[in-house]
């Protein structure tokens, strides 16, 4: 092909990834509509209340963490290398990581076990399919500022860091909806 | 570009990262499975129409193990033979050839795709020296029997315990096949979009390349849902989550749903690339232009689409909504609609045309023949729930996918080998062992299934080890000796399977020097020499003309080449 403003390879690849992760979400979080449409109680009756308030900051940790890699991405567009603004992003990922992990082991103190039923069942498997998916951006995010630590030339990375950005993107965006329907649904 | 260099076969298996090198060890690795798959098939064959004792190279037969080999016949030949021959194997070694570059987008992923892959194939083999034995819940993995004697059924056993299981390996090895393929799938589409080769738009691609990439798309579309199920399944045996566990308000319909969501996609994912090579055989040895090129493409994407919303004619009997069913039969009958306008648009391509039989050509016209005769006709009567509440889980059902599967993968495969094997191997196979081995594997094949659509609608169940408990209903003599011509047409099936691969290995080394384009054909992989060398071609080829260019009126030879002007 002849066209000059090719779309990076990264970029499609993550498309593809996104959009094959958005059908895996689809079938989990539509089994747990379904149970919980079918349920006779939901969530059962003799379950601990979830801490939703602690977890509302956890929304907005995440979403402020976007925030930050979309103003870095923004700058790196323009070529201007503001590395801060990612090491805002990583750390505000780590601390979301955190606090949900607190959290988890004081689910798991009062007593809700993956084989209680099917509420824990999703629960569990809902936050740790999620948590799985924090790490692995946190990850690509790292290996991101370790490079851009290394070079000066911001323009030959920035499919990677479009790319990147658009599955921590993802991530982010995911968790309010899934807040909502482990939470407050 | 670099000369062709020779290397050692141990050092290029193992650590080649060119396109046409990984595409070769899918297609050993494929053929490895099938030697597994054809083999279980062969045991149990062998038990249904002459006993579980002594069987030859096997002994005796127990009803546990007779499900452990359906199980994983199916799960071979549909994941482990199917998806690397049409996808892997066909996606490698054409897509960067066909479109005028050296490699694929990603060839260090390409790589790391095969050695999952391979995890993958190891994973489900050593399922079988589990202490539990292998998986035999049938491939299609429904609860309760996929997680029975395990996780909440069992509140005795250790996840330990749970974990070294025929079931735990079988669904490990699942996902890692799909993790594999959509390495691959994302390599496809990636090459495809950003290395075409000057001048090559979308609308001059080769159909073969078209119909890879939208099989890519269609399989990535619909896994996350069964990746999901196939997690929620694994925590079910190895924590005891309750998911499909009905008798805690889990439900084992869900992971019906979540399998055939992907699961009807899937059987598409089989059929695209093999109707591609097709395509591409038939207006080569036609001589003759592809007829309503863009309207196949068009028929493709909807049909595509379509497969999406189909999932649930698999389950009419599960108890499912009736209204429900109908709307799904009605989506399903809809869909051979698409189907009906590309076979047409193919016999077009043949009308009139200038046939020459060669081998590809004879496997292309089998392939099509008895896809749409027995394959897609009898998908439309199992659409109808009306039909299906009798047929299902029938040997009518058997016969109808066979007659799907075989074709698009087996004759298809072999097909697309003898169209590219003098392209890839620089040298050709012999023309009469391979027309020996098309009337041998086409006749044994049909032998083997038009006695089974008839053992269905007499209401032989599948999935069954012994069926004189129904001495009235399925011992009369002709059902024993229905199942004995399948059995034994069966036999001889494998039989003729060794003279392609005597002619395959053979051929490789002896085979008489193949030319650079020896069937005269248009598309480019025909421009790199035989066998093109690393990093295919000389000098990047830019292209003028689609590739279907056969008797242009302006020109003596009966060809065209996309890269002449
Ligand atoms: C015209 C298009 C087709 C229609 C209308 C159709 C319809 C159906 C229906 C309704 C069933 C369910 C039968 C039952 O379980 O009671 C079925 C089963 C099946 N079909 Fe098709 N089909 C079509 C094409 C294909 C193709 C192209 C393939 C593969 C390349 C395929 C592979 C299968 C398989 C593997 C099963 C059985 C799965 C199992 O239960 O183990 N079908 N088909
Ligand atoms: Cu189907």
Redesign the pocket.
């Known amino acids: 092909m002849t066209n000059k403003k090719k779309i990076s390879g990264l970029n499609i690849a993550f498309t593809i990834i996104i959009i094959t992760e958005i059908m895996f979400f689809a079938g989990l979080i539509s089994a747990y509509i379904i149970a919980s449409a079918k349920a006779m109680d939901w969530p059962p009756i003799d379950q601990p209340r979830l801490p939703q308030y602690i977890s509302i900051s956890n929304v907005i940790i995440l979403l402020v963490s976007s925030l930050f890699l979309y103003f870095f991405i923004k700058n790196a567009k323009k070529g201007i290398k503001d590395l801060n603004f990612l090491l805002i992003t990583i750390i505000l990922g780590i601390v979301f990581l955190v606090i949900q992990g607190k959290e988890w082991i004081n689910l798991v103190d009062f007593g809700i076990q993956t084989s209680d039923g099917l509420y824990a069942s999703y629960f569990y498997s809902i936050i740790a399919v999620h948590g799985i998916h924090v790490v692995v951006g946190l990850i690509l995010i790292i290996t991101l500022y370790l490079k851009l630590k290394k070079t000066s030339d911001i323009y030959t990375k920035l499919p990677s860091i479009t790319a990147f950005g658009m599955f921590w993107y993802f991530v982010t965006l995911l968790w309010p909806v899934l807040y909502f329907l482990l939470y407050l649904y | 570009m670099t000369e062709h260099k020779k290397t050692g076969f141990l050092k290029r298996f193992f650590f080649s990262l060119d396109h046409k090198d990984i595409g070769f060890q899918y297609l050993l690795t494929a053929m490895f499975m099938a030697a597994f798959g054809g083999f279980f098939v062969y045991v149990f064959r062998y038990n249904l129409a002459f006993g579980p004792d002594d069987i030859p190279l096997y002994g005796n037969l127990a009803a546990k193990e007779y499900n452990q080999l359906v199980t994983n016949h199916?799960a071979i030949m549909i994941f482990w033979v199917g998806m690397p021959m049409v996808l892997a194997v066909l996606g490698n070694f054409l897509i960067p050839i066909m479109i005028g570059t050296d490699d694929m987008a990603f060839p260090l992923l390409n790589k790391i795709s095969y050695w999952t892959f391979l995890l993958s194939c190891i994973v489900l083999l050593s399922g079988f020296l589990m202490p539990t034995g292998a998986f035999g819940g049938g491939?299609?993995m429904y609860p309760p029997l996929s997680v029975s004697d395990f996780g909440y059924n069992n509140p005795n056993t250790t996840f330990k315990a749970n974990f070294f299981t025929g079931n735990t390996f079988f669904l490990m090895a699942v996902a890692l096949e799909f993790i594999s393929m959509l390495m691959g799938g994302i390599n496809f589409i990636v090459t495809t979009l950003n290395k075409r080769a000057k001048g090559l738009s979308l609308m001059k691609l080769p159909i073969v390349v078209w119909m890879i990439n939208i099989a890519s798309l269609l399989f990535m579309f619909s896994v996350g849902p069964l990746i999901a199920g196939t997690f929620m399944l694994l925590m079910d045996i190895l924590v005891g989550t309750g998911f499909f566990d009905a008798y805690r308000g889990g439900d084992p319909i869900l992971w019906q749903h979540l399998f055939w969501f992907f699961?009807h996609p899937e059987?598409?994912v089989?059929?695209l690339p093999s109707l591609g090579v097709v395509g591409e055989i038939f207006s080569t040895f036609s001589r003759k232009p592809f007829f309503g090129y863009k309207m196949v493409i068009f028929l493709v994407l909807i049909a595509g689409i379509l497969s999406l919303v189909v999932w649930a004619?698999?389950q009419?009997v599960s108890g499912i909504d009736p209204g429900a069913a109908n709307i799904f039969s009605l989506l399903?009958?809809i869909?051979?609609i698409p189907?009906a306008g590309m076979v047409l648009a193919y016999l077009g391509t043949l009308w009139r045309g200038d046939i020459k039989f060669t081998v590809p050509m004879m496997f292309a016209l089998g392939m099509l023949a008895s896809f749409t005769f027995f394959?897609?006709f009898t998908?439309?009567h199992?659409?109808s729930n009306v039909f299906?509440i009798y047929?299902?889980?029938t040997y009518f059902?058997i016969a109808?996918?066979h007659y799907?599967?075989f074709p698009?993968v087996i004759l298809g495969g072999f097909a697309a080998i003898y169209y590219w094997y003098p392209k890839f191997s620089g040298r050709k196979l012999n023309k009469t062992l391979g027309k020996i081995h098309f009337w041998g594997t086409f006749i044994f094949f049909n032998s083997i299934f038009i006695p089974l659509f008839w053992l269905g609608l007499q209401g032989q169940h599948r999935r069954i080890f012994d069926y004189s408990n129904w001495d009235k209903l399925l011992m009369q003599p002709n059902h024993i000796m229905a199942r004995q011509i399948a059995t034994v047409s069966l036999i001889f099936l494998i039989i003729t399977q060794f003279i392609f691969l005597f002619n395959f290995f053979k051929s490789l080394y002896k085979g008489k020097v193949a030319e650079k384009n020896p069937w005269k054909s248009n598309t480019l992989e025909w421009q790199a020499s035989s066998p093109p060398g690393h990093g295919n071609f000389a000098l990047y080829p830019a292209v003028y003309r689609w590739p279907y260019d056969y008797n242009h009126p302006d020109r003596d030879t009966d060809f065209l080449p996309q890269n002449e002007k």
């Open positions: 199916g491939w299609t699961g059987v598409y089989l059929l004619h698999h009419f399903t009958i869909i051979s189907f394959g897609g998908g439309l199992l659409g299906d047929a299902h889980d059902v109808h996918f799907t599967l698009s």
